[in-house]
Antibody, heavy 117, light 110 residues
Framework: EVQLVESGGGLVQPGGSLRLSCAAS????????MHWVRQATGKGLEWVSA???????YYPGSVKGRFTISRENAKNSLYLQMNSLRAGDTAVYYC???????????WGQGTLVTVSS | EIVLTQSPGTLSLSPGERATLSCRAS???????LAWYQQKPGQAPRLLIY???SRATGIPDRFSGSGSGTDFTLTISRLEPEDFAVYYC???????????FGQGTKVEIK
């Protein structure tokens, strides 16, 4: 069974940093592209970052230069380093596995990040 | 940047009725790269449809996807009580790689 378990969320002040982790199990982690997707309370889904099996990374303009996605295949782990955090980054952050044809086929339960003074 | 617009914002229907949800893209989207998700309150999204019309593993056949170019549709043939949720469309663009979601359609019990 595919499982994705996020951790590392919490309360951080504007301008601060936070590192999210995602522990993957139930599949060959190194063989899959991975994503982070976020959702502000009561709002829709927003793609945050992706990393390929070769370590290639992708970001939307809203987080580029502030967020860094990385992976550690030996530990079946995905990470998101978030710097220069803003109130608008407040959301539940989901770790997710890339599915067929550009989709996202498995999601974790999410970890809440709150940026507030 | 492709923008996905879903309509209607809210769909009020009764169990047993047919639901038709629309996703319109600001530019042509490859049909291979259009997906639909279901999200219930307090839960993570669940993949329903990928490649515009292929059902994901374990998805009942009352869910179907169709469309091409800029207009895509998710149809739920007969609503079951567990189908009342929010539905999102999503597209993948390759140059550069980006993943974009629509704003969602809420299917609520009438």
């Amino acid at each position: 069974e595919v499982q994705l378990v996020e951790s590392g969320g919490g309360l951080v002040q504007p301008g601060g940093s936070l590192r999210l982790s995602c522990a993957a199990s139930g599949f060959t982690f190194s063989s899959y592209d991975m994503h982070w997707v976020r959702q502000a309370t009561g709002k829709g889904l927003e793609w945050v970052s992706a990393i390929g099996t070769a370590g290639d990374t992708y970001y939307p303009g809203s987080v580029k230069g502030r967020f860094t996605i990385s992976r550690e295949n030996a530990k079946n782990s995905l990470y998101l380093q978030m710097n220069s955090l803003r109130a608008g980054d407040t959301a539940v952050y989901y770790c997710a596995r890339a599915g067929p044809d550009g989709s996202v086929d498995y999601w974790g339960q999410g970890t809440l990040v709150t940026v507030s003074s | 940047e492709i923008v996905l617009t879903q309509s209607p914002g809210t769909l009020s229907l009764s169990p047993g009725e047919r639901a038709t949800l629309s996703c319109r893209a600001s530019q042509s989207v490859s049909s291979s790269y259009l997906a639909w998700y279901q999200q219930k309150p307090g839960q993570a999204p669940r993949l329903l449809i990928y490649g515009a019309s292929s059902r994901a593993t374990g998805i009942p056949d009352r869910f179907s996807g169709s469309g091409s170019g800029t207009d895509f549709t998710l149809t739920i043939s007969r609503l079951e009580p567990e189908d009342f949720a929010v539905y999102y469309c999503q597209q993948y663009g390759s140059s550069p790689p980006t993943w974009t979601f629509g704003q969602g359609t809420k299917v609520e019990i009438k």
